[in-house]
């Protein structure tokens, strides 16, 4: 058997695997509205954990980490573990915000919505869309590229065969199934992590000499006193929490989880298991330094160049495979939780079954045009820091809102607007050079830092402003959770009722 017909055995085999797990698990029970979209107080500590973790460790980690160990060494690798890391703790506290003040609640955009009114929440859901699609098709994309680089199989053929498979139980279970095969999924990747770690450090003859020749060519990157490398770890973990606090999937394990208390322990528990595992990955592109491997494939080069039994390189196809499928349900299903209420308002006559149905289709609709985009192996670098970019002028104003009454509708929207325009000033073009002249133009940390301090000062001095000139407005929450209600238990959502704000 030939190395590309053996990779499509093993894909077959390990997405049908999953596939069956998947389908067995929404078997169980009929699956409503409701079910598909959120689980609601399904989910215990253990299985959070595990689904908070897989959905978050997509595919990338093996493309992304090791270039950042490759290039930005030990101080960029701290930055990219806490930029990924943080958001997770941030959720343990402000996912129990969430559901206090919107108990019957399904989405962000959902709580923009009825918090800020019509104008924010456009902005926001375009916002939640752009990234979670941008994830998308940078996962299928990673996979594609990832089994091209190992067996010279086709782009669109695995992108194809695994989009396909994720499909199947996650239009059928929603998002019951995909945490059931969330869990299965994580008790696949950390062994495999592991595993890959060991065999090539190992392989190289032990820690001290697989970065021997690291020592001598680039001992800056073995060093926290590495400038550039701050630089770069400071500015991802801006760029990525701003991300991750947009990213549907959280808001529904939020909701899934069976308590406050299940929320916070596994929420905090994710942050201690993600920091160790993408600190791993990291190192794997250290030790592709070994061979001068510095890019986005330093793993899987790696691993070429150890020239390792053919049973090593089954296994990290099926890691890559667990890591993949594990984040595409769990975006597939996001997004269409998102539009879901756009559905309701578009179909007010149509039943929850029916509503069901059409979001059914929609997961498919959402899959096809990154299949396409996959297919071509385009560089998503650039798509992702854009829509980091646009997250991070929503950010404050978004979460804010949260906590204070007086930040209204106009304050939000404005102030994410502006920070967007600023940090946008600042961002590189495609070829990361800047585009005008102004200082610091083409500086990602700057762009990225700016929209957060933008947005802050403008909500701020807004609300001091209009408390000095007697025209404070006092947002009722309490509105949060008179207005939005489950799925099937009436009118869940209408913009038309909604003021401005």
């Not at 689980?39 to 460790?57: D, K």
């Not at 595919?59 to 290039?71: C, D, Y």
């Not at 752009?130 to 299928?140: D, G, K, R």
């Not at 997961?363 to 646009?390: C, E, K, Q």
């Amino acid at each position: 058997m030939t190395l590309g017909a053996t990779a499509i055995a093993v894909i077959l085999i390990t997405a049908a695997s999953f596939t069956l797990l998947g389908l067995l698990q929404a078997s169980r029970h009929t699956i409503s509205l409701e079910d598909y979209m959120v689980s609601r107080n399904r989910v215990g500590t253990g299985m959070a954990l595990a689904t908070i973790v897989a959905s978050a460790m997509g595919a990338w980690i093996l493309f992304s980490p090791p270039e950042v160990g490759a290039t930005s060494g030990i101080a960029g690798i701290v930055g990219y573990c806490i930029g990924q890391a943080t958001p997770a703790a941030l959720f343990a506290f402000m996912g129990t915000r969430m559901r206090f003040l919107m108990p019957k609640g399904h989405s962000l955009n959902e709580y923009v919505l009825h918090r800020f009114g019509k104008a924010m929440y456009r902005l926001t859901l375009a916002i939640v869309v752009f990234y979670m699609f941008v994830y998308l098709a940078a996962e299928l994309t990673a996979v594609a590229k990832a089994v091209e680089l190992m067996a010279g199989v086709p782009l669109w053929l695995t992108a194809l065969l695994v989009i396909s498979a994720v499909f199947i139980y996650t239009i059928v279970g929603g998002l019951e199934a995909t945490i059931f095969t969330d869990a299965i999924q994580f008790a696949v990747i950390v062994p495999l992590l592991l595993l890959s770690f060991g065999i090539a450090v190992f392989a190289l003859g032990g820690w001290g000499n697989a970065i021997a020749p690291v020592i001598q060519t680039a001992p800056e990157l073995l060093t926290l006193a590495n400038g550039p490398g701050i630089k770069f770890g400071a500015t991802l973990v801006i760029a990525v929490i701003a991300a991750e606090m947009f990213n549907q999937t959280n808001w529904q394990r939020i909701y899934a989880c069976k308590s406050d208390q299940v929320v916070r322990r596994s929420f905090l528990g994710s942050f201690l298991v993600i920091l160790p595992m993408l600190f791993i990955a990291g190192l794997l592109g250290i030790l592709a330094m070994n061979f001068g491997f510095n890019d986005d494939r330093a793993f899987f080069s790696l691993i070429q160049a150890l020239n390792l039994p053919g049973w090593v390189s089954i296994a990290v196809l099926v890691l890559v495979l667990a890591l993949v499928m594990s984040s595409l349900d769990s975006l597939l299903n996001g997004i269409a939780s998102v539009f879901t209420p756009e559905l309701l308002r578009f179909f007010p006559d149509q039943s929850t079954n029916g509503i069901l149905r059409l979001s059914r289709v929609l997961t498919v609709a959402v899959g096809i045009p990154a299949i396409l985009i996959a297919s071509r192996g385009y560089n998503v670098l650039y798509l992702f820091l854009l829509a980091d970019l646009v997250c991070a002028g929503a950010l404050f104003p978004v979460l804010f809102g949260l906590y204070s009454r007086r930040l209204t509708g106009t304050m939000a929207f404005w102030s994410a607007v502006v920070a967007i325009a600023t940090g946008a000033l600042f961002f590189p073009r495609p070829d990361f050079s800047p585009w005008n002249g102004l200082p610091f133009g083409g500086d990602l940390l700057v762009s990225f830092a700016a929209p957060i301090v933008v947005s802050t000062l403008i909500c701020l001095l807004w609300i001091q402003i209009k408390a000095q000139g007697g025209k404070t407005e006092a947002f009722d929450f309490g509105i949060l959770s008179r207005d939005i209600r489950a799925y099937g238990e009436g009118d869940t959502f209408s913009v038309g009722k909604l003021p401005n704000r």
